[in-house]
Nanobody, 124 residues
Framework: QVQLVESGGGLVQAGGSLRLSCTAS????????MGWFRQAPGKEREFVAT????????YYADAVKGRFTISRDNTKNTAYLQMNSLKPEDTAVYYC?????????????????WGQGTQVTVSS
């Protein structure tokens, strides 16, 4: 059974930083791309960032490009999302997800396993 567990969320002031972690179990972690999505209150879930199985390729939503960095450590079965220069509009529940293949994709339908989410709140 595949399980994804996020951690690292919290409350931070605008301009601050947080690093989210997503630890996977029950799978060959290094075979699959990983992604981060977020959902703000009253809004649909949206794509944030994705990284290929090897970690070589990444892709970001325009809203976070230049501020967020996705990475992974296949020896630790963990993906990360480093979030800098946070803005109040980044406030959301952040979810990590496992893609169905090793290449990057921004399509939520291409992810088959999801974590439970971690809350990120950015105060102004």
């Amino acid at each position: 059974q595949v399980q994804l567990v996020e951690s690292g969320g919290g409350l931070v002031q605008a301009g601050g930083s947080l690093r989210l972690s997503c630890t996977a179990s029950g799978q060959p972690f290094s075979s699959y791309a990983m992604g981060w999505f977020r959902q703000a209150p009253g809004k649909e879930r949206e794509f944030v960032a994705t990284i290929s199985s090897s970690g070589v390729n990444t892709y970001y939503a325009d809203a976070v490009k230049g501020r967020f960095t996705i990475s992974r450590d296949n020896t630790k079965n963990t993906a990360y999302l480093q979030m800098n220069s946070l803005k109040p509009e980044d406030t959301a529940v952040y979810y990590c997800a496992r893609a169905i293949a090793g290449w990057i994709t921004r399509l939520a339908g291409a992810y088959d396993y999801w974590g439970q989410g971690t809350q990120v709140t950015v105060s102004s």
